[in-house]
């Protein structure tokens, strides 16, 4: 039994019962909200701001472990998963899934379902077609996502001249928001074979926030399944690694560069790096011969120094036993990027498989990596699949890289155990989410990547006495399982949303299109449907939760612009910008930037804190922001401009359009 967004869901056969809320998923009853007062009887302390009804807050007080929404979904023919989830500009969130990790059902001669087939057939639209737009503001009880077209085919013409449809499947494929505001979707799902095998595309395309429709972004010189995209400083977007277009190719060792300024056929250039000088593809692993690759979705970040640096986890497809890092420049000469590396500090651990990880929020340059599986990248271990040996286990860890302007006085370091000392503190498929206070939560993930999830965020809090830099907080737990492919994303009112979340593979009726979420995957490896009236937890999570961490529930006025959070306020690099305050402003106070998220697979490929310098007059309510130098930290593009008092209250979001 489990609930799936107002069911109780038992395999076909069994119980099927309409309810609200399934409490019995923790361990103490829900207590109803008082809406006057913000109070749940655990002494709250009241927020003078609205409360929405139907707040949940099941373990203790919401001023110190926050509170869960659950926004309605919509009809069930309208339900989807997002495995791709992007923060627009106005606020909406774009869910993208594509074929989304499904498996196939042939029907039998009598009509019914037969077995389960491994993939589905990607060419085919009706089975990419999957994306929806999330509103946060949606009012309460009416449907809080609709859908929308996917990427639709392109018809192209071949050396022949012969005309064919082109269809990008964007599963798996890479994303960020451009200079304009636009995402791009680059990579993905060529193919599905049998054995849970793919290859990736060469295709891209654009989706357009203002007018809600996709276009043409080129093709790329190779395929790319699982890519990380980067941005830099001179607009372009960074494409890096991803599986090939053909099997057995591994992760590609082209690095592919988008300006989104050029027509589709120009707008790519490429540059492969396998036999440059210290690449991830010309360095050995420790004192032996066997070269380092790269990762599926390998951990990138942006240094002050305007290098990059590669941690050297990721979502698979690396070398286990390595623990390597690196620095990657980029230099653009005259419109054609260079790149070359150099060796980085080694690593506290070995690679490890879905840890995810955050530039540090309180230090320039240190980045923070939490969780993950060490000792395989078989994500299928679990419960039912158990750890061959000891040293494959999920981490409940901190690393740290701490950076130097000096190379060679950077290095890593471990808090073991940084996530806390619970049952359900050691995660993997989990998300990082900076916050405007310099704190950041791990979200959702499990003690397995298929099984055991993890209900309760962590609020990770800035402590010079913990090893690792931060104190671990649990919050009020979430009523929904979020492991593999869900997403965690900061909204511009500063609550936080969480979404999607596969417990396996769903299986799509080739006939109707139509989804069945009873399966589960066989120690064989196969697909089968749970037997009827047994227990499961749906093959994917299609119900969105909100999150509101502790700082909503802060009593006194909450700081509050007086204009309107959109269209955007354009802010320059070293120039400055003038906004007002109508409320909640303090003598001391911070601004800062948050990048407009863009996550999927346990990693925001866009996600930063840009520190802004301001002056503030209390008298005239007026904050003077000077806007910041253009780097890699602070690439051109849109941003949620809060504003934090001294009780650490932020405000809503302004959005800012820094260029």
Not at 153 to 159: A, D, E, F, K, S
């Amino acid at each position: 039994m489990f609930r799936h967004g107002n069911r109780l869901r038992w395999a076909r056969g069994g119980l099927l019962a309409a309810v609200g809320t399934m409490l019995a998923l923790v361990p103490e009853a829900a207590r109803a909200l008082d809406t006057k007062t913000g109070h749940t009887g655990h002494g709250d302390v009241a927020a003078e701001q609205p409360l929405p009804n139907g707040l949940l807050a099941t373990q203790g007080p919401m001023a110190q472990m926050g509170a869960w929404l659950t926004p309605a979904m919509p009809p069930e023919a309208e339900r989807m998963q997002s495995i791709h989830t992007v923060l627009l500009p106005d606020g909406k969130v774009l869910m993208v899934s594509g074929s989304s990790n499904r498996n196939r059902i042939e029907a039998t001669k009598d009509g019914k379902d037969g077995k389960v087939g491994d993939g589905v057939d990607v060419s085919n639209y009706d089975v990419t077609n999957n994306a929806a737009l999330f509103d946060p503001e949606a009012p309460q009880g009416q449907p809080s996502y609709r859908k929308i077209p996917g990427p639709l085919p392109i018809t192209r013409r071949n050396g022949k001249g012969k005309e064919y449809s082109e269809n990008m499947d964007p599963f798996c494929s890479g994303h960020l928001q451009l200079p304009d505001g636009n995402i791009l979707f680059a990579g993905g799902t060529q193919n599905y074979y049998p054995g849970e095998q793919f290859t990736g595309s060469r295709l891209a395309r654009v989706f357009d926030w203002k007018t809600r429709t996709w276009r043409d972004g080129g093709r790329m010189v190779e395929g790319h399944w699982y890519p990380t995209l980067f941005p830099l400083a001179n607009g372009q977007v960074g494409v890096l690694s991803g599986l090939v277009d053909y099997v057995g190719g591994g992760n590609s060792s082209v690095v592919e560069f988008y300006d989104h300024t050029q027509p589709p056929e120009k707008a790519w250039k490429s540059i492969d790096i396998r036999t440059l000088p210290d690449s991830p593809f010309n360095t050995p692993v420790g004192t032996g011969t066997e070269l380092d690759s790269l990762d599926h979705y390998p951990r990138l970040h942006p240094l002050p120094d305007g290098r990059f640096l590669i941690t050297g986890d990721g979502s698979g497809g690396g070398v286990l036993a390595s623990r390597n890092s690196y620095y990657m420049s980029i230099e653009d000469r005259q419109g054609t990027p260079a790149i070359s590396f150099k060796p980085g500090p080694t690593r506290a651990q070995t690679h490890k498989v879905y840890s995810s990880a955050v530039m540090d929020p309180n230090t320039p340059g240190d980045i923070l990596v939490t969780g993950g599986m060490l000792g395989s990248e078989n994500i299928n271990i679990g419960a039912s699949l158990p750890p061959s040996s000891p040293k494959v286990f999920v981490t409940g860890d901190l690393e740290r890289f701490h950076y130097d302007a000096d190379s060679s006085k950077a290095r890593w370091d471990l808090d073991s155990n940084a996530l806390g000392p619970w049952p359900d503190s050691s995660r993997i498929m989990h998300n990082m989410v900076l916050l405007p206070t310099r704190q950041f939560l791990v979200m959702g993930g499990g003690n397995f990547a298929f099984s055991r999830p993890t209900f309760h965020p962590l609020l990770m809090s800035p402590d010079l006495s913990m090893k690792g830099g931060y104190k671990s907080t649990k919050m009020n737990p979430a009523i929904q399982p979020r492991l593999y492919h869900q997403s965690a994303l900061l909204l511009p009112d500063a609550r936080v949303l969480v979404i999607g979340g596969n417990a396996s593979r769903a299986a799509r009726r080739v006939n109707g299109g139509s989804v069945r979420l009873d399966t589960f995957r066989a120690p064989n490896g196969s697909y089968e449907f749970v037997p009827h009236g047994s227990y499961y937890v749906p093959a994917e999570n299609w119900q969105p939760e909100i999150f509101y961490p502790p700082y909503l529930f802060i009593k006194g006025e909450r700081p509050e612009f007086e204009r309107a959070s959109t269209p955007a306020l354009e802010l320059a690099y070293e120039a400055s910008g003038e906004v007002k305050l109508k409320a909640g402003m303090t003598p001391t106070a911070s601004v800062v930037l948050i990048k407009l998220g863009s996550m999927t697979h346990g990693w925001d490929m866009g996600q930063r804190l840009v520190d802004l310098e301001f002056t503030q007059d209390l008298t005239t309510r007026t904050v003077r922001l000077n806007g910041p130098k253009r780097s890699n930290t602070a690439t051109p593009g849109y941003y949620m401009l809060f504003y934090v008092n001294s009780r650490g209250q932020p405000s809503k979001a302004l959005m800012v359009r820094l260029s």
